[in-house]
């Protein structure tokens, strides 16, 4: 089983979440032979916290509840609040992940928090946009690194600015590989364009009766 952990924080942004989580808690588009996916909320505590949209959500688990595997998942989405010392504690967990071939997912403000540690400091990675690293981490050392697309994976380390939420999610997808490879393709350019083509060709890659 994959267990993905979404680091949920004061003033989350709620739509870069919401591609990724949709998908993989409801497994409406996963191929036959899947890994089931099991889906939790971490907190610094389990106090509630209040999201930039205004939903409250009560954590599920506490960092100290983090189990790190290979087939361990931590999401890590943007929000005004990563600046808090407190947030040191899964930033931490964030390195374990990486060091034992877990896969961290970060987006938005989540990667300056992890350019702040120096773990993009000797990895492909984006944020952003070229500049915003720098000026918010005065001892970012990536500079060498940076890629300028709304999404970049390196192996077990995907990381998207604020615009990049579907290509992070469609990434995301498939290094999980929950998907059959046409389907995540016309899932992502139905989802990228809005044409009907795309979501057709989305229908036409599943078993009958699947799907939304």
Known sequence: ?????????????DWELGH?????NSGRFFKKDAQRVS????????????TMGGLTMIPDYSIDDIVVSETSVLLLPGANTWDDPKHGAILKKAGEFLSSGATVCAICGATAALAGLGLLDNRPHTS????????VCPCYKG???YID????ADENLITASSTGALLWAKQI?????????NTLEAWYDYFNTGRPEHFFALMQTLPSGSGN
């Not at 889906?39 to 209040?50: A, N, S």
């Not at 952003?128 to 000026?135: I, T």
């Not at 997808?173 to 490879?181: A, G, H, K, P, S």
């Open 20 to 24: 990724v989580i949709s998908e993989l």
């Open 143 to 145: 500079k060498d690194f």
């Open 1 to 13: 089983m994959i267990t993905i952990y979404v680091y949920v924080l004061d003033t989350l942004a």
């Open 173 to 181: 997808i498939e290094r999980l590989d929950v998907f059959e490879t």
């Open 149 to 152: 697309k709304p999404s970049v």
């Open 128 to 135: 952003n946009g070229a500049g915003f690293l720098e000026m």
């Open 39 to 50: 889906l939790k909320t971490v907190g610094f505590t389990k106090e509630p916290i209040h």
